[in-house]
């Protein structure tokens, strides 16, 4: 069975602090996403990454920072939290493209409030 | 225009009953096409894939419309447990091949 795993269910942070988000995938995917839920917004995506050491920009980059070392391994950084960034945060994987694994799998999520 | 419309909903259904959910992308250029269902506080999770021909899986049935952009879900025989909120998915024709997802259709079967 698939497995996209988020360290933490629910985090509480003060502004100002550095948060981590980790997430890890048992399936080889190239892919990992990192997207954030907001009622009436719905998923948006933050950052991803094709590969390992590899990152891109997705639509709402600012404000956060992210680090693949590891195929296996997608970190999402808050480098100062701030309390527009309480959020749903998702975590995804996915297989190469066109292909039968292209098929997306997301993580439990993590619900972030910055106080 | 957005990349991905959906119905924003909600649906209230009575069990048994027959719904149907549209979607419409913006990009021609797209290639995969998903539908994904989303419990209240959970994650999204993939219901169906959308293929050209169309595609059925028991209640559920997916069409999608190339020259129209168009993209829809057929539920039949509403269960229960079919309340929650589909999102419509379409891949964004850019180097890594992210996945745009609609805003989502709630619906809430009623018994």
């Known amino acids: 069975d698939v497995k996209v795993t988020q360290s933490s269910r629910y985090l509480v942070k003060r502004t100002g602090e550095k948060v981590f988000l980790e997430c890890v995938q048992d399936?080889?995917?190239?892919?990992m996403f990192w997207y954030r839920q907001d009622p009436g917004l719905g998923l948006r995506l933050i950052y991803f990454?094709?590969?390992?050491?590899?990152?891109e920009k997705g639509d709402i980059p600012e404000g956060y920072s992210v680090s693949r070392e590891k195929k296996e391994r997608f970190s999402l950084i808050l480098e100062s939290a701030s309390t527009n960034q309480t959020s749903m945060y998702l975590c995804?994987?996915?297989?190469?493209?066109?292909?039968?694994?292209?098929?997306?799998?997301f993580g439990a999520g993590t619900r972030l409030s910055v106080l | 225009r957005k990349e991905v419309e959906q119905d924003p909903g909600p649906f209230n259904v009575p069990e048994g009953a027959t719904v149907a959910f549209n979607c419409t992308y913006s990009?021609?250029?797209?290639?995969?096409f998903f539908w994904y269902r989303q419990d209240c506080r959970k994650e999204p999770k993939l219901l169906m894939s959308?293929?050209?021909s169309g595609n059925e899986d028991g209640r559920f049935t997916a069409q999608l419309n190339r020259a129209s952009q168009y993209i829809s879900l057929l539920i039949r025989d509403s269960k229960l447990s079919d309340s929650a909120t589909y999102l419509c998915?379409?891949?964004?024709?850019?180097?890594?091949?992210?996945?745009?997802f609609g805003p989502g259709t709630r619906l809430s079967v009623l018994p």
């Open positions: 995804a994987s996915r297989g190469e493209a066109l292909t039968a694994k292209n098929i997306q799998y």
């Open positions: 959308v293929y050209s």
């Open positions: 990454s094709y590969d390992v050491k590899m990152k």
């Open positions: 998915v379409v891949n964004r024709v850019v180097y890594g091949q992210n996945f745009v």
């Open positions: 990009n021609s250029a797209s290639q995969s």
């Open positions: 399936m080889d995917h190239e892919n």
